[in-house]
T-cell receptor, first 115, second 114 residues
């Protein structure tokens, strides 16, 4: 069965330091991978996606993610964290060959950036 | 562009009642998906509508049903509400067939069942 795991419930980072939010997936074939961010009492905002091509993808607000097929991972990164990056981050996967448009989400990682 | 809109913002119901949530997709999008996000969890796929038909369904009981209108807007209906149905319900829209595209999410409807 397709699944997504975010092994850390919470990540704490000091402002200005690099951040990493981890994501691993289990999907047969070649998945489409997405990162979304959710601020309190808000819907999900799209950050970036990996479909094919370069393993390092760049997205909104200075975020980037690295696709690693051998490790089935898609970690979200940012070189220098901002306090305003504090939010809930979700990794999601789509298996276009078996699951159509359905997005499967991880349980989320709460990012806290302290001044 | 108004993006994806949902109504109402908040809703309080009691067990056994029925509820209808509404969604208008982003301009140019013809496919609507519904997700349930329980507190502290990631969104769970309920179903997807395209051309006024349910195209794909997640692991939710028949108490959850939906509808899509000719203008692509959609409704989510939940019958015989249970306490466990309390959650944030998210609507997402996308162009059909373009699976490489991200889904755009609305702000959600917070449903509380007492």
């Amino acid at each position: 069965a397709q699944s997504v795991a975010q092994p850390e419930d919470q990540v704490n980072v000091a402002e200005g330091n690099p951040l990493t939010v981890k994501c691993t997936y289990s999907v047969s074939g070649n998945p489409y991978l997405f990162w979304y961010v959710q601020y309190p009492n808000r819907g999900l905002q799209f950050l970036l996606k990996y479909i094919t091509g370069d393993n390092l993808v760049k997205g909104s607000y200075g975020f980037e993610a690295e696709f690693n097929k051998s490790q089935t991972s898609f970690h979200l990164k940012k070189p220098s964290a901002l306090v305003s990056d504090s939010a809930l981050y979700f990794c999601a996967v789509r298996d276009p060959y078996n699951q159509g448009g359905k997005l499967i989400f991880g349980q989320g990682t709460e990012l806290s950036v302290k001044p | 562009d108004a993006g994806v809109t949902q109504s109402p913002t908040h809703l309080i119901k009691t067990r056994g009642q029925q509820v209808t949530l509404r969604c208008s997709p982003k301009s140019g999008h013809d496919t609507v998906s519904w997700y349930q996000q329980a507190l502290g969890q990631g969104p769970q796929f309920i179903f997807q509508y395209y051309e006024e038909e349910e195209r794909q369904r997640g692991n939710f009981p028949d108490r959850f049903s939906g509808h899509q209108f000719p203008n692509y807007s959609s409704e989510l209906n939940v019958n015989a509400l249970l306490l466990g149905d309390s959650a944030l319900y998210l609507c997402a829209s996308s162009p059909m067939g373009q699976l490489r595209n991200e889904q755009f999410f609305g702000p959600g409807t917070r449903l509380t069942v007492l």
